[in-house]
């Protein structure tokens, strides 16, 4: 985990939130299903256009061939590059978790409709609105698409959730960084002026030997100065250290040694500080 997801992570556990988000999840599920729906049109409009052989129909997410599976896969993973981004930015942590939640909870919400409508009796309209927005209504749905097309476009919807999760939560660390930078933001003309002008010294300092001359002898200059000041710094230092030195040993003179040797002072005037 990197530095930014873990602040993240550690902002929303801050604020009370732990790390998952239902309601960014559901967002990110429907956005998905809205962008498929239309982009579905789309490819079957293109498609159709140009002669595509590939039976792509815009009010089902099935067709033949492999240039159908590439084109529903193609989709798929645009539509929930959009869904993982949406969940992945609302939540502003976890996006690995947010991403993988977003493909499992198509796959939950895909079942629970095709079982749903299954049980209906005047189903056909109902049936053909799920399939144009990418949720298979029925078994036969399924079959009729070759195998490696299943999996490529569960791969397509798995991967394009996870990375528009993390393109979602980084969006915030981009803010983050360009707020602290003077690049961006109200002060962004004024850091392009000093830039500008900092860029044209430049220039003229190349451009002109005597002047290089001139700012090489400051910076000498300034230089030694600051090795006077450093000299100068070391130099307190080391007077302030001895004077500590000094004031440490005149506090061991003042302070009466109680021994065998010092007959002046015994166990009774070792409390009480006088002699005999």
């Known amino acids: 985990m990197s530095n930014a997801h873990r602040l993240h992570k550690e902002t929303a556990r801050d604020a009370g939130f732990g790390s998952f988000s239902i309601i960014s999840v559901l967002a990110g599920v429907v956005t998905a299903y809205g962008t498929f729906a239309v982009l579905a049109a789309i490819?079957?409009?293109?498609?159709?256009s140009l002669d595509v052989g590939t039976e792509f129909r815009t009010d089902d997410w099935t067709g033949s061939g492999a240039a159908a599976s590439v084109i529903t896969a193609t989709v798929l993973f645009v539509a929930y590059l959009f869904g993982?981004?949406?969940?992945?930015?609302?939540?502003r942590r976890a996006s690995t978790l947010h991403g993988?939640?977003?493909?499992?909870?198509?796959?939950?919400?895909?079942?629970?409709a095709g079982g749903t409508v299954a049980?209906?009796?005047?189903?056909?309209?109902?049936?053909?609105?799920?399939?144009?927005i990418g949720v298979p209504t029925t078994t036969d749905q399924i079959s009729e698409?070759?195998?490696?097309?299943?999996?490529l476009s569960l791969a397509a919807v798995l991967f394009g959730s996870l990375v528009g999760s993390w393109i979602g939560e980084r969006w915030h660390t981009k803010l983050a960084r360009r707020v602290v930078d003077?690049?961006?933001?109200?002060?962004?003309d004024a850091y392009d002026r000093a830039a500008a002008t900092e860029a044209d010294s430049h220039r003229r300092v190349d451009a002109d030997p005597a002047l290089q001359r001139d700012v090489a002898a400051v910076r000498a200059d300034e230089v030694r100065a600051d090795e006077a000041r450093a000299d100068e710094a070391r130099a307190d230092e080391a007077r302030a250290d001895e004077a500590r030195a000094d004031e440490a040993r005149a506090v061991d003179l003042r302070e009466p040694v109680v021994s065998a040797d010092n007959p002046r002072y015994d166990d009774s005037t070792r409390s009480s500080g006088r002699p005999f």
């Open 43 to 48: 490819a079957g409009a293109i498609a159709s």
């Open 84 to 91: 993982g981004y949406v969940a992945g930015r609302m939540a």
């Open 100 to 112: 993988i939640a977003v493909f499992v909870t198509t796959l939950v919400i895909g079942g629970i």
């Open 119 to 132: 049980g209906l009796a005047d189903n056909a309209e109902l049936e053909q609105n799920l399939r144009s």
């Open 145 to 151: 698409v070759a195998i490696a097309g299943v999996i």
């Open 182 to 188: 003077p690049a961006f933001g109200p002060t962004a």
